[in-house]
């Protein structure tokens, strides 16, 4: 199975992409036919654009997999309730998850969280990846 991974309006590296929306959603329809696994939706920056995730949602019928814009913070327990409501089926929680390996179950326990450190996050040695402390810690 494949999936696909999206960031629509991302303007990492000074990207300009005039049209978005358009561009996007023909993309989308393009391969919904193709059964992929899932769709993986990353909201970023400045541009990022609610309106056209719920759009991409409606359009795609398989696994809709979000990455919020949660600017400012990384992904945490609030983005659930984007689960929840309908926005999507899963979560990516990207910084979080490298903060607390044992993320599911903190957040069934409501936390507390592990904060990231991005000094260590591509780093050459395992400071960052195994020194975090667990729940049960």
């Given at each position: 199975?494949?999936?696909?991974?999206?960031?629509?309006?991302?303007?990492?590296?000074?990207?300009?992409?005039?049209?978005?929306?358009?561009?996007?959603?023909?993309?989308?329809?393009a391969?919904?036919?193709?059964?992929?696994?899932?769709?993986?939706?990353?909201?970023?920056?400045?541009?990022?654009?609610?309106?056209?995730?719920?759009?991409?949602?409606?359009?795609?019928?398989?696994?809709?997999?979000?990455?919020?814009d949660?600017?400012?913070?990384?992904?945490?327990?609030?983005?659930?309730?984007?689960?929840?409501?309908?926005?999507?089926?899963?979560?990516?929680?990207g910084?979080?998850?490298?903060?607390?390996?044992?993320?599911?179950?903190?957040?069934?326990?409501?936390?507390?969280?592990?904060?990231?450190?991005?000094?260590?996050?591509?780093?050459?040695?395992?400071?960052?990846?195994?020194?975090?402390?667990?729940?049960?810690?």
């Open positions: 199975m494949v999936g696909l991974r999206i960031s629509p309006a991302n303007v990492f590296n000074d990207i300009v992409e005039d049209g978005y929306r358009d561009t996007y959603r023909a993309l989308v329809e391969t919904e036919p193709l059964g992929l696994a899932y769709l993986h939706v990353a909201e970023m920056g400045p541009k990022a654009d609610r309106d056209l995730t719920l759009d991409l949602r409606k359009r795609f019928t398989g696994t809709f997999v979000l990455n919020p949660t600017p400012g913070a990384a992904t945490g327990p609030a983005e659930l309730s984007l689960i929840e409501d309908g926005t999507a089926d899963m979560l990516s929680f910084a979080l998850f490298l903060a607390n390996p044992d993320l599911p179950a903190r957040l069934a326990a409501g936390g507390p969280f592990n904060t990231p450190d991005q000094a260590t996050f591509y780093g050459g040695d395992e400071r960052g990846y195994t020194d975090y402390p667990a729940l049960t810690a």
